[in-house]
C-alpha cells in the first residue's frame, strides 16, 4: 500500500459532493454521489466502464449539470458560478487526458509554451522559458524539449501531458487512466510520478483507473464506483479486505503487484 501521505491537510476539503444525482433519460447514471477531497490528497476512483466516472469529472469541471446535489470545488458552488466564474475554476483544474492530448505538429517545448500563452499573456519569455524547464525537470524530460511528440514513446507522451497540465500551476489534478495502455514498467514509473507531483506541487487529485496496482501505488484513499454510488470508500487494504464480494469483481481482472 502507498506509505501514509503526511501532507494532507485533513480540515480542508477542495472537493466536496454530497447527494449528486444526474440521469439522462432512464439512465440513471449517478444515484446519490458522496466524496471529499482533501488538501493534498489523491483519491482513485475505481469503476467499470460506464459506471459515470468520466460524468462525474464532468460535473466538477462545470462541463454538465447535475440534477441534484451539492458540488463545492476550492471552496465554491459550481452550478453558482458564471461563464467567468467557471473559467477561472477551470483554470485551476489540471486535466491530464488518456492520450496525452499534444499537438503532434509542435515540438515538445512548444506544447508546454502554448497554454501559457493563451491564459497567462502577460508573461515575459524568459518566465516562460523558465516555467517549462521547471516542469520538464519534474517529469524528467528535459532533453526532450525540442523534440516532436511522434519521437517519444508512450510513457514519454503520458509525462509530458502531465507536464503539460503542471505548467498552469493547478491546485487539483484530474487524472483520467493515466497508466491505459502503457507496460508495467511505465506503469510503475507513472504511478511514482503521480506521487512526486503530489509531494512536489502540493496537489489534490483524482485519478480514474481501472488498474489496481494503480490505485494501489497512488491513492492515499479509493472510492470505488458500482451502480451510479460509491460502494466502498477508504484505504486500498480497507477496501480491498478478504472475502468483500461486491468488489471481488476487481481482482477478477487486474494483476495486483
Ligand atoms: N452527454 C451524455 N448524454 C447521454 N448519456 C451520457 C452522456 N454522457 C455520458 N452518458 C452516459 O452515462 C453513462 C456513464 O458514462 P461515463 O462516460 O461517465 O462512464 P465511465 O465510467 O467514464 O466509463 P469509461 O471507464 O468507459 O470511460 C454511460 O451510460 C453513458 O452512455
Not at 449528486?20 to 466502464?49: A, M, P, T, W
Not at 470545488?73 to 475554476?89: I, K, S
Not at 502554448?114 to 517529469?139: H, Q, S, W
Not at 524530460?141 to 503542471?166: D, F
Amino acid at each position: 500500500m502507498k506509505p501514509f501521505t503526511h501532507d494532507i491537510d485533513w480540515h480542508e476539503t477542495v472537493i466536496h459532493i454530497q447527494d449528486l444525482y444526474k440521469s439522462f433519460g432512464d439512465n440513471h447514471v449517478l444515484q446519490g454521489v458522496h466524496l471529499d477531497l482533501h488538501r493534498g490528497e489523491n483519491i482513485v476512483v475505481l469503476g467499470r466502464s460506464g459506471t459515470g466516472k468520466s460524468v462525474l469529472i464532468k460535473i466538477i469541471a462545470g462541463l454538465l449539470k447535475p440534477d441534484s446535489g451539492t458540488v463545492r470545488v476550492l471552496g465554491q458552488d459550481v452550478d453558482q458560478l458564471d461563464t467567468a466564474g467557471l473559467r477561472d475554476l477551470r483554470l485551476k483544474l489540471g486535466f491530464c487526458f488518456q492520450h496525452g492530448a499534444l499537438y503532434d505538429s509542435m515540438t515538445v517545448c512548444e506544447n508546454l509554451a502554448f497554454p501559457l500563452k493563451r491564459n497567462e499573456p502577460g508573461m515575459t519569455r524568459a518566465e516562460r522559458d523558465r516555467r517549462i524547464d521547471l516542469v520538464l525537470e519534474a517529469v524528467g524530460l528535459a532533453h526532450t524539449k525540442n523534440q516532436m511528440p511522434a519521437e517519444l514513446s508512450g510513457g514519454q507522451r503520458k509525462r509530458i501531458g502531465i507536464a503539460r497540465t503542471l505548467i498552469l500551476r493547478p491546485e487539483i489534478m484530474l487524472y483520467d487512466e493515466p497508466t491505459a495502455g502503457l507496460d508495467p514498467i511505465t506503469c510503475t514509473e507513472i504511478n511514482n510520478l503521480i506521487n512526486e507531483v503530489q509531494g512536489r506541487f502540493k496537489t489534490s487529485s483524482i485519478i480514474i483507473t481501472h488498474d489496481l496496482t494503480c490505485a494501489k501505488a497512488t491513492g492515499d484513499n479509493i472510492a470505488v464506483m458500482k451502480e451510479g454510488r460509491f460502494i466502498r470508500q477508504g484505504n486500498f487494504n480497507e477496501v480491498f479486505s478478504d472475502g468483500d464480494e461486491l468488489i471481488r469483481e476487481f481482482y477478477d481482472y487486474n494483476f495486483i503487484q
